[in-house]
């Protein structure tokens, strides 16, 4: 349902900018309820938030990325993309979309992309 493309090689104090599709029936019309996020995990670590864009359009960015990553959504087209600029060796990671709505009743439904590799070296 959810699919990253963009990843790639870089070197440090480079740019990439990666991007979401939300594809398939479960957001044909409905994209735009859901709040949007990037998450991160390197060998060893676990799964972090890099950025979220909610419905609403508010973003918040991890201590790490804040002033270097933007989040955007374009809901008419189903994306979500992550620009990364002054990118540094401790970015590398496999970067991860999620989707994700909890109703007021409770019910949660999030859905993840299959990632995409992030590799800042020289």
């Known amino acids: 349902q959810l699919k990253e493309s963009g990843g790639g090689l870089v070197q440090p104090g480079g740019s990439l900018r990666l991007s979401c599709d939300a594809s398939g029936s479960v957001f044909f019309t409905i994209f735009s309820i859901f709040h949007m996020a990037w998450y991160r995990q390197s060998p060893g670590k676990k799964r972090e938030l890099v950025a979220l864009?909610?419905?609403?359009?508010?973003?918040t960015y991890s201590d790490s990325v804040q002033g270097r990553f933007t989040i955007s959504r374009d809901n008419a087209k189903n994306t979500v993309e992550l620009e990364m600029d002054s990118l540094k060796p401790e970015d590398t990671a496999v970067y991860y979309c999620?989707?994700?709505?909890?109703?007021?009743?409770?019910?949660?439904?999030?859905?993840w992309g299959q990632g995409a590799q992030v590799t800042v070296s020289s």
């Open positions: 864009i909610k419905s609403d359009g508010n973003t």
């Open positions: 999620d989707a994700e709505k909890t109703l007021s009743g409770g019910a949660k439904y999030e859905y």
